[in-house]
Structures are given as C-alpha cells and as structure tokens.
C-alpha cells in the first residue's frame, strides 16, 4: 500500500487556504477584551482577544496600528473589524484586525486614565506621602461588603497568621450606584475608630464591579486619612485608583490580610531570639557588676577607709599651703610695685613733666621757625635765578640790541627760501614794528 505523506508546511498552508476562501472568515466583526497587549519594536500589535470561556490570539500591523486614536491596554473591551487566516509558520489561526474600535466600556478606561493623570500630577501617589504599616497592629478595620469572600479570606487569615489582632467590620456596598458614597462613609468611620490599621477593598470582578474604587473622593479621603490604609480591590492584574493612593497595594484581599499582620511563629520565633539576647545582655551585666563588686570588696581601702580619709586629708592640707605661699607671693609682689610708684620722682613732682613738656615745645617752635625762614630764602634764590634765565632767553631782549624779527603771515621767517619777491612782511623792532614789501632777495 503506498501512502503519500504530505509535510507540516503543506497542511498548514492548505488550512489557511481553507481559512482565506471562507466568505465568513474574509472579513468578520467580533468583540472582546484585549489582554497580553504587546507593541512590538517594528510598530505591530500582538494581543489576545478573549471573553468569558475563550479566546483567539490577534494581531494588527503597524499600517493600520498607526491610525489608531488611542492606545489598547489590557483589561479594555473593543470592537474589532478583520480576517481570521493561518499563521502557516506557528500553525495556529489568529485574527488580523483592521480596525478597532472601543467597546461601551471604552469611556470608561478614558475616565480612568484622566482621572489616574490628574491626581498623579497632583502628588497624590508619590511615595513620599505614604504612611508605614505598623509591624504588629493589635486593631485592624476593614472596609468591604459585609458577605462575601473578601472578609471571609481576611478574618481567617488575620486569626490564623496573628490571633492577637481584632478585626473590625465596616460593612460597606462595594458595587453599584451608590457603592463609592457608602465606601466613603464607612471609611470615614474608620478612620476616625483610633485603628492601627485599615483594609479596604473587595473580591475580583469585571471593571464595572470595580469601578466604585476610581472615584476621586475617594481616593482623596484615602489620602487624607490618618489611619495607614491597605489596598486590596479584585485579583492582581486589577488596579484602581484607590491602589495608587493607598499608603500599600495588596495583590487580593488574602494578601492584605498576609501583609497587614506578621505570621505568629515568625514573632515566636523572633521573641524567643530577642529572650535569649536579653538574657545573655543581662547575663553579662551580672557578670561585669559582680566583677566590679569583688574588686571593690577587696580595695585596700575600702578594707581600710581611714587611710582614704587620711590621704585626702594629707592633700588638702598640702593644698591649703601652697594656696597661701601663692596669695602671699601675689600679695607681697603687689605691695613692693606700690611702694615703687609711691616713690618716683615724677608722682612726688608732677609739674615736672609740665615744665619738660612746655621747654620741648619751645625748642619745637624755634626750630620750626628756623626751618621755614632757611626754607624761604633758599626758594627765593632759586625764584631769582630762575627769572634771570628767562630774561636771557626771552627772544625779545635781543631786539634790545638792535635785532629784528620777521615775519610773514604771523610765521617767522628763517630762510631767504621762504620769502618771494612783492610779499608782504612784518617787521618786530624792540620798539614798535615795520610793514615792509620785498623787492630783492640776497642769498648772501
């Protein structure tokens, strides 16, 4: 019998022949929830398109991502317009989408991401604002619908971790209409109950049922509030507002209760570490003071107190004398500077200093004299002998002897080269001047 086997490569491709000639999988509308979103580096977008029992594995490229108006997320429903075809590579069917657009709950998420937005900018989740947990809380409130598996999950594990703890209910609506005015209300009360801590929060749901913990006056009673406060609102993949603002996230509502109280064999465990290092402290300080009790039992002095009083005696009178010797030596070295000023010649005589004071200004003021009169005569000589020489080299002291100056057009004239024949000349005489035409030039 001759089989003819056919390859993985060729199955695949016949399938998706097959997927791509059915008039019903060419072009399909269908309807969601996004999860596993991933944009890859080149600008595609991989998700899963799932519901309450399934899901198919979906991707848009970027062409068509490109034109999108919002950016998907997981957790959000949409509408989706594409083909269903074989990935021959992977052999598996996916849907390749066109177009998506959001699904009624769409708004939602575009209220939740403003809102997230605005009060982040505000300060609201920074970390700086966040109260601590206390370690061991003896009194924990929780907020959260009073029958459900919520409280249920965090009484048990409270009592079962830390038995010592006391947990009080504020039973609140934790879905509908009028759930985030009760959620406020009660935690209001709580917080105002001198807890050590609260929980607030409630079991998984889909984004409606969860959509009482994004309001913002709630979230701004959480910020506010003076009691440390825990988070724990649906699974862990859910986040709310309340997350964000909250002093701490749990995951669920069992794991607040696992971080809100410490496991009772852990602080067992613990107490009995710090017994046995506070009986060893102590052991040793027993040790060290009975120490220091037998050295001082067996003092010297302590056996012989006298002694101790007799040597502090011997000090303090050896003290007391020195302190005198010093008070007599000051004493004396005072009374001899004294005596000494006593008997200077210029206390017993004051006007003596008077009179060597008045014989020195007297001196002073001759002396200046002197000085000012040498000063003046020697200036008066230079003042002479410095006219003298401007009398002999002043040019018009010559034309005394009978020289001239000429001049033309107010210049001196130096050179016969400097003159022409008919040109008008001054003549400056010692007495008076002379306006005089050329008519000859001698070069000799």
């Not at 900018?121 to 109260?131: I, N, P, R, S, Y």
């Not at 050295?295 to 011997?314: A, D, Q, R, T, V």
């Not at 050896?318 to 008070?327: C, G, Y």
Request: glycine residues 4%.
């Amino acid at each position: 019998m001759n089989i003819n086997y056919i390859s993985v490569t060729q199955i695949n491709l016949y399938l998706k022949r097959i997927f791509d000639e059915n008039i019903h999988l060419r072009k399909i509308f269908i309807k969601g929830e996004i999860s596993n979103f991933k944009k890859h580096f080149s600008g595609h977008l991989y998700f899963t398109l799932k519901d309450d029992s399934s899901r198919i594995n979906a991707v848009m490229f970027k062409t068509n991502a490109s034109k999108l108006k919002f950016i998907p997320e997981d957790g959000m429903k949409v509408l989706i317009e594409g083909r269903v075809s074989v990935y021959p590579e992977g052999g598996s069917y996916q849907i390749y989408v066109d177009k998506i657009e959001q699904d009624g709950l769409g708004n939602l998420f575009i209220e939740y991401e403003k809102l997230k937005k605005k009060l982040q900018e505000e300060g609201l989740f920074d970390k700086e604002h966040k109260k601590a947990i206390p370690k061991y809380p003896l009194t924990i409130g929780v907020v959260t619908a009073e029958t459900g598996a919520a409280i249920h999950d965090i009484t048990s594990t409270i009592k079962r971790r830390f038995p010592l703890t006391t947990v009080y209910l504020f039973p609140a609506l934790v879905q509908g209409k009028d759930a985030s005015k009760d959620i406020i209300k009660k935690l209001k009360q709580a917080d105002d109950y001198n807890l050590e801590l609260i929980i607030i929060g409630r079991g998984g749901g889909s984004i409606e049922d969860l959509w009482a913990f994004n309001d913002e006056e709630l979230a701004r009673v959480i910020y506010n509030a003076k009691t440390p406060i825990i988070s724990a609102v649906g699974h862990e993949v859910d986040f709310t507002i309340a997350d964000f603002v909250a002093d701490m996230r749990a995951p669920t509502p069992t794991g607040a209760a696992e971080m809100s109280v410490p496991e009772l064999s852990d602080v067992k465990v613990l107490f009995s570490s710090k017994k046995n290092e506070l009986y060893s402290r102590i052991t040793n300080k027993l040790e060290l003071n009975k120490e220091t009790l037998t050295k001082l039992s067996n003092s010297y002095f302590l056996k012989n107190p006298l002694m101790l009083y007799e040597n502090k005696s011997l000090k303090l009178d050896d003290f007391n004398n020195r302190l005198n010797k010093s008070i007599d030596l000051i004493l004396k070295t005072n009374t001899n500077k004294i005596n000494t000023l006593k008997e200077n010649y210029i206390l017993q005589n004051p006007k003596v200093i008077y009179e060597s004071k008045l014989n020195t200004i007297k001196t002073n003021i001759t002396l200046l004299n002197k000085n000012m009169n040498l000063v003046i005569k020697t200036n008066d000589h230079k003042l002479q002998y410095i006219i003298q020489t401007l009398k002999l080299v002043n040019p018009l002291n010559i034309l005394d002897k009978g020289y001239s100056l000429v001049k033309k057009d107010n210049t001196i004239i130096k050179d016969i080269k400097n003159i022409n024949i008919n040109d008008e000349i001054n003549i400056k005489l010692s007495k008076g001047s002379i306006k005089a035409t050329v008519k000859e030039k001698l070069d000799k």
